[in-house]
T-cell receptor, first 116, second 113 residues
Framework: GAVVSQHPSRVICKSGTSVKIECRSLDFQATTMFWYRQFPKQSLMLMATSNEGSKATYEQGVEKDKFLINHASLTLSTLTVTSAHPEDSSFYIC????????????FGNGTRLTVT | QKEVEQNSGPLSVPEGAIASLNCTYS??????FFWYRQYSGKSPELIMSIYSNGDKEDGRFTAQLNKASQYVSLLIRDSQPSDSATYLCAVKIEAGGADGLTFGKGTHLIIQP
């Protein structure tokens, strides 16, 4: 159980274009999902907390107008990287918890974004 | 500021030996602690979770938590080459909150055949 599906797994886009990444909880409902970014040889950095039916909460330094998050249902959150630039190239990973309290996070397979 | 510290390694361990991975955290009110394994180019997968002081064993893995000293460790017995990966320590501050986890930078473990 507790499967999180992320799509696409890999995307290459041109500078200035937008890219949408989908994150789905397949066998549980997730009122909260989390979006992380990981640069090579770096740790996972929390970008934002996605809340179903309300606005996302962004971490300090993350531009909310550049990284648009929509959490329209209990099983789907999307991250759109708008006007992508080469420095946005990274590994984006979504995660969700299948329970409250001390439940661990389960991660999607990640999306490797390359902006040329 | 929440901080989770790990030695980046690489930590090289012969096959069959015990691998010991350590992690310290700065926030005393941290409630939950997790170890994730991440293979290169892949997303993290949960190995162990621990919430109270002491040891927790699951197969070849043992997690140890000492809240007074603010450290958590992971022992891997009978290390196998397939255990070679980066191990991420993660901390959750609020027990009932919806906060995401804070991750350390990870320790790169190499099991030598």
């Amino acid at each position: 159980g507790a499967v999180v599906s992320q799509h696409p797994s890999r995307v290459i886009c041109k500078s200035g274009t937008s890219v949408k990444i989908e994150c789905r909880s397949l066998d549980f409902q997730a009122t909260t999902m989390f979006w992380y970014r990981q640069f090579p040889k770096q740790s996972l950095m929390l970008m934002a907390t996605s809340n179903e039916g309300s606005k996302a909460t962004y971490e300090q330094g993350v531009e909310k107008d550049k990284f648009l998050i929509n959490h329209a249902s209990l099983t789907l959150s999307t991250l759109t990287v708008t006007s992508a630039h080469p420095e946005d190239s990274s590994f984006y990973i979504c995660s969700a918890s299948s329970g409250g309290g001390n439940s661990p996070l389960h991660f999607g397979n990640g999306t490797r974004l390359t902006v040329t | 500021q929440k901080e989770v510290e790990q030695n980046s390694g690489p930590l090289s361990v012969p096959e069959g030996a015990i691998a010991s991975l350590n992690c310290t955290y700065s926030d005393r009110v941290s409630q939950s602690f997790f170890w994730y394994r991440q293979y290169s180019g892949k997303s993290p997968e949960l190995i162990m979770s621990i919430y109270s002081n002491g040891d927790k064993e699951d197969g070849r893995f043992t997690a140890q938590l000492n809240k007074a000293s603010q450290y958590v460790s992971l022992l891997i017995r009978d290390s196998q080459p397939s255990d070679s990966a980066t191990y991420l320590c993660a901390v959750k501050i609020e027990a009932g909150g919806a906060d995401g986890l804070t991750f350390g930078k990870g320790t790169h473990l190499i099991i030598q055949p």
